[in-house]
């Protein structure tokens, strides 16, 4: 679950990543993955450990999420609870500790040369989200149930359900080696959330 060699950390990131951008599509405009964010002209960052690179890059953002017409940038961390580093400290902390990590990386400059704004989405293997993730999507459950006009309760549970399956799909893979497989295109234009839920059993 820690090992950074061959292509399981990174599908993993991606298969969140990927879902969270096919969600934001259907509320906001201008959804990108990967967007390359502005480079730096002589613009101070406060913090050392900030990513100043010309190429620095997030993994998605949206227009109009948090305001309307500001850019929304996000960017995805999932990190394994289990691992050695995290032996001795609470789990909410090691959410924090990954959350301030990603804000010291990117918020300033996102702040102060894209004018934009940040979160971090910060996972555990096992599905668990830091205190951000949790208030990033629970907005984006609210956008998406009006827009769709169905229960939001039908709304947050395909969310968390999706989000599992992701999480636990990406774990299988890291534990069992990698299989091919073709990339799939999440489609959720049509998608009636509350049938959903309620043939699946999710609020049963």
Sequence with gaps: MTCKKGD???????????????MLREVCRDVTTEPTLLPLNGEHVQYRTANTTNEARVDV????????????FMDIRIFDPMAAC????????AHQKNEREKIRSYGDRI???????????????????????KCFYSRL????????????????AWMRC??????LW??????????????????????????????SGILA
């Design 141 to 156: 459950a609210d956008v998406m149930a009006e827009k769709k006009h169905q229960p939001r309760s039908h709304v947050v």
């Design 170 to 199: 990406s774990a299988l893979l890291c534990l069992r080696g990698t299989r091919y497989s073709a990339p799939t295109t999440i489609d959720l234009d049509g998608l009636n959330y509350q049938a959903t839920v309620v043939e």
């Design 61 to 72: 953002s949206a227009r109009g999420f948090w305001t309307r017409g500001q850019r929304a």
């Design 111 to 133: 702040r102060n040369v894209d004018h934009g704004t940040f979160t971090p989405l910060v996972f555990t293997t096992s599905g668990g989200m830091g205190p951000k993730a």
């Design 8 to 22: 399981s950390c990174a599908n993993r990131h991606d298969e969140v990543r990927d879902l969270t951008a096919s």
């Design 86 to 93: 995290y032996q001795r400290i609470p789990l909410e902390a």
């Design 162 to 167: 999706r989000l599992s399956f992701s999480l």
